[in-house]
């Protein structure tokens, strides 16, 4: 993943700590979009939510970071914040960690500390990124499925269904099983309600999913590909093109807003 990293910082200064920074986030093989050089500032960048990660400079005496966090909180934002302080500085530390601080580094900063950050921060990312086009894909693909008074409570139980087995591929006996029903029987009460079959409904999701995936410009192929559970990447790649006209990678291409 190619993530955006902000540095926050509370003056316009270029010294030994942001050089350590930025050589950090380059061996992450990230990218710094910019320095902040006040606290309204990278209040205004965090209102825009413009980066993936955020890196705060806790310099005395503004001591800016524990604000950030704060202010983050009353957005609900959710970008990875790690601090990094000019003193070693216990209470402020505590302070930070408790507003959910991804870390807290003090000077000298130790490039190692830098990276296992970094490379902590970027997990988060890429979880939460998964978990949002999870969710998303789910109420697309039900929300393509015409809803009346018929087939309202089975689309209910299929959300909850499919939210709760994120981590394997579905199938119609696991989808049966749910509902405590029969699969032949559920087969037939689902493509009564919905006009499809399971499997292509199914189907339809996971393409869903893939697009939402390859539309944030995070992910590679092969990702996607083990995380919607298909054996080989070339199948996945196949599948995707029969549903969509075009190979994953050109889709990418033409709707990310983002780059690997």
């Known amino acids: ?27 992450a093989q990230y990218i710094v979009t910019g320095q902040t050089l006040s606290l309204d500032e990278a209040f205004e960048v965090l209102s825009e939510g413009t980066c993936d990660i955020m890196v705060v400079i806790n310099r005395s005496p503004n001591y800016i970071a524990a604000r950030l966090l704060r202010h983050m909180s009353s957005l609900e934002a959710r970008i990875p914040v790690i601090v990094v302080s000019d003193i070693d500085d216990s209470p402020r530390m505590r302070e930070c960690f408790l507003l959910g601080a991804v870390d807290y580094l003090s000077c000298p ?3 190692s500390d830098m990276n296992e950050a970094l490379s902590r921060a970027g997990e988060l990312v890429h979880d939460r990124s998964v978990d949002d086009e999870y969710r998303r894909a789910v109420d697309e693909s039900l929300s393509a499925v015409r809803r009346d008074s018929g087939n309202a409570e089975l689309l209910d139980e299929m959300e909850e269904f499919l939210i709760g087995n994120r981590q394997q591929p579905a199938t119609v006996e696991m989808a049966a099983d749910h509902m405590g029903l029969n699969k032949d029987y559920f087969g037939r009460y689902f493509k009564n309600k919905t006009g499809m079959t399971f499997g292509e409904f199914y189907k339809g999701f996971q393409i869903r999913y893939a697009c939402n995936l390859l539309e944030t410009g995070h992910f590679k192929v092969q990702d996607i590909s083990s995380l919607l559970g298909f054996y080989s990447a070339d199948y996945f790649t196949r599948v995707f093109k029969r549903y969509t006209g075009r190979l994953p990678s ?3 291409r033409v709707n990310s807003f983002s780059d690997i």
Do not use: G, H
């Open 109 to 111: 900063l130790d490039s």
């Open 1 to 27: 993943m190619r993530l955006e990293v902000l540095i926050a910082d509370s003056e316009n200064r270029s010294d030994k700590i942001v050089d350590s920074i930025r050589a950090s986030v380059n061996r």
């Open 250 to 252: 050109e889709y990418r």
